[in-house]
């Protein structure tokens, strides 16, 4: 059973503290910890982000909507985690996906003034939380300037990566192949040949209003 010193180590805003920094840290913070059953949202889309949210065991299914509700994205976070930490800082200061635990999860919350605080005292944390956002900043910015493939698969490949949490792992992608087509600029018809390739080559598999890909990694490659 891992103690408070060794789950805190897991979590990278805390990677590469010394032990007398994590026993101050450990024993002056104010964390908070919760249990949630398979089945239980443990963070909506559109709440409040004044907590930072660390999944310390289990895995979450992660859904994220386009603004319309027209369709959205379904994929699995493992502990150990951070939730959209840098949704707690910024414009807007809500949480862009919904969280739902997919198997029994434990979480631990770090109230926002603690955050501060921890970032004031502690110039490794501020350190690891500036990387985190930059690090997040950068991957959003070099999306942009990509050149877009011509293959009509890679491009699909592509609406779904730039849209996951990682680039890697099982995506579910609900879309109607006539909103995929709009959003691609592209013929439905086109749309339908392309992902019937993909699955005969065992990429995907279609369903109604449903596209599951077991390993997005293996399209990118």
């Known amino acids: 059973m891992l103690n408070i010193y060794e789950r805190l180590l897991l979590l990278p805003l805390f990677q590469g503290m010394n032990n007398a920094d994590l026993t101050l840290l450990?024993?002056?913070t104010k964390f908070g910890f919760q249990r949630h059953e398979p089945g239980k949202t443990v963070v909506r889309d559109g709440d409040v982000c004044d907590h930072l949210h660390f999944l310390m065991n289990g895995t979450l299914r992660v859904v994220t909507e386009a603004d319309d509700h027209g369709y959205s994205l379904t994929?699995?976070?493992s502990a150990p985690d951070i939730l959209q930490p840098e949704r707690i800082f910024g414009l807007?200061?809500?949480?862009?996906?919904?969280?739902?635990?997919?198997?029994?999860c434990n979480c631990m919350t770090l109230q926002k003034d603690e955050v501060m605080r921890l970032a004031d005292e502690f110039l490794v944390f501020r350190l690891n939380l500036l990387n985190i956002v930059s690090a997040q900043s950068h991957?959003?910015?070099?999306?942009?300037?990509?050149p877009q493939p011509s293959d009509l698969g890679q491009r699909i490949v592509r609406f779904v990566a730039e849209r996951s949490l990682r680039p890697a792992g099982p995506k579910q992608l609900h879309v109607k192949m006539t909103r995929l087509a709009q959003e691609l600029n592209d013929s439905r018809i086109n749309i339908s040949r392309a992902l019937n390739r993909l699955q005969d080559d065992g990429m995907l598999s279609l369903g109604r209003g449903k596209i599951e890909i077991p390993a997005l990694e293996r399209l990118l490659a």
């Open 26 to 28: 450990a024993g002056s």
């Open 75 to 77: 994929e699995t976070m």
């Open 92 to 104: 807007t200061q809500r949480f862009t996906r919904t969280f739902v635990a997919q198997s029994a």
């Open 139 to 146: 991957r959003m910015y070099k999306h942009l300037w990509h």
